[in-house]
């Protein structure tokens, strides 16, 4: 079992910033696929970006240019530096673990409990 712990959403202004993160323990973080992915009201989960072991960066259409993805081996945490927000980026943004990778959810194994992102504008 993986245990995924995201943290740092919040309120923002449309043009702030953000920064998430997702704290990893349990079962090693090695080699495993970390993706963040976003669900708004009334909307299907959508994904964001995801990162291979070695760095490798995937990114959704619509956060390609504002949104990083990176991550902290050592520390077992993944982070989404979310810039140029805009009040569509509002959702709870999830964390995921997974040995394949993907674009969709059907790709990971495991989840956090989300944390929220409300942009106003």
């Known amino acids: 079992q993986v245990h995924l712990v995201e943290s740092g959403g919040g309120l923002v202004q449309a043009g702030g910033s953000l920064r998430l993160s997702c704290a990893a323990s349990?079962?090693?973080?090695?080699?495993?696929?970390m993706a963040w992915f976003r669900q708004a009201p009334g909307k299907e989960r959508e994904f964001v970006a995801r990162?291979?072991?070695?760095?490798?960066?995937f990114y959704g259409d619509s956060v390609k240019g504002r949104f990083t993805i990176s991550r902290d081996n050592a520390k077992n945490t993944v982070y989404l530096q979310m810039n140029s927000l805009k009040p569509e980026d509002t959702a709870v943004h999830y964390c995921?673990?997974?040995?394949?990778?993907?674009?969709?959810?059907?790709?990971?194994?495991?989840w956090g409990q989300g944390t929220q992102v409300t942009v106003s504008s």
């Open positions: 990162i291979s072991w070695s760095g490798i960066t």
């Open positions: 349990g079962r090693t973080f090695s080699g495993y696929v």
């Open positions: 995921a673990a997974g040995w394949s990778g993907g674009p969709t959810p059907s790709h990971y194994d495991y």
